[in-house]
T-cell receptor
Framework: EAGVTQFPSHSVIEKGQTVTLRCDPISGHDNLYWYRRVMGKEIKFLLHFVKESKQDESGMPNNRFLAERTGGTYSTLKVQPAELEDSGVYFC?????????????????FGPGTRLTVL | AQSVTQLGSHVSVSEGALVLLRCNYSSSVPPYLFWYVQYPNQGLQLLLKYTSAATLVKGINGFEAEFKKSETSFHLTKPSAHMSDAAEYFCAVSRTGGGNKLTFGTGTQLKVEL
């Protein structure tokens, strides 16, 4: 079974440009999370989808960030316009729905991340 | 609010020696606690998790961690380090009762030397 995949693996853009990151969760996983790690700091939560609905977007830094999950499958995270401080590694994770897994601590499976560099 | 502190951003051990990675947490509600490992160019992989059952939790690759409420700690140990254990390790906490967003520590890079 394929794990969580993310595209691209690396992206280098100029300040002011737009970048779109994509995450494909494990098939059948209703929960999808985005996290970000700025260099030298901790991995921070950005938002959580349950199917196509945003369950919690309390970690989104500002309105330059837009996340979507059309049809409850893959998700995109768009940064427009990008700023220098947006540089970092963006991780996506997915987990089963709580009913299927029987646990509210169902494991989050992480993708390899997208390394974004804004120049 | 919840937080995690990992003591030591870099830890170096000899092959065959004990591995001890420290994690202290802060939580106003009973926590769920996790250790993840990230090997180069890979995603985070769950090593083990504490969910209010047994306080000593055994994980993959010979790792284990003990939840100590009185010390608000969840340190990760392995009796004998192997070269393949070299990676970055993250401690994380989430709230009980759902939501499940993880709050991570800053990570500890483990180096294993011959």
């Amino acid at each position: 079974e394929a794990g969580v995949t993310q595209f691209p693996s690396h992206s280098v853009i100029e300040k002011g440009q737009t970048v779109t990151l994509r995450c494909d969760p494990i098939s059948g996983h209703d929960n999808l999370y985005w996290y970000r790690r700025v260099m030298g700091k901790e991995i921070k939560f950005l938002l959580h989808f349950v199917k196509e609905s945003k369950q919690d977007e309390s970690g989104m830094p500002n309105n330059r960030f837009l996340a979507e999950r059309t049809g409850g499958t893959y998700s995109t995270l768009k940064v427009q316009p990008a700023e220098l401080e947006d540089s970092g590694v963006y991780f996506c994770a997915s987990s089963q729905d709580f009913v299927t897994s029987g646990s509210r601590t169902d494991t989050q499976y992480f993708g390899p991340g997208t390394r974004l560099t804004v120049l | 609010a919840q937080s995690v502190t990992q003591l030591g951003s870099h830890v170096s051990v000899s092959e065959g020696a004990l591995v001890l990675l420290r994690c202290n947490y802060s939580s106003s509600v009973p926590p769920y606690l996790f250790w993840y490992v990230q090997y180069p160019n890979q995603g985070l992989q769950l090593l083990l998790k504490y969910t209010s059952a047994a306080t000593l939790v055994k994980g993959i690759n010979g790792f284990e961690a003990e939840f100590k409420k009185s010390e608000t700690s969840f340190h990760l140990t392995k009796p004998s380090a192997h070269m393949s254990d070299a990676a970055e390790y993250f401690c994380a906490v989430s709230r009980t009762g759902g939501g499940n967003k993880l709050t991570f520590g800053t990570g500890t890079q483990l180096k294993v030397e011959l």
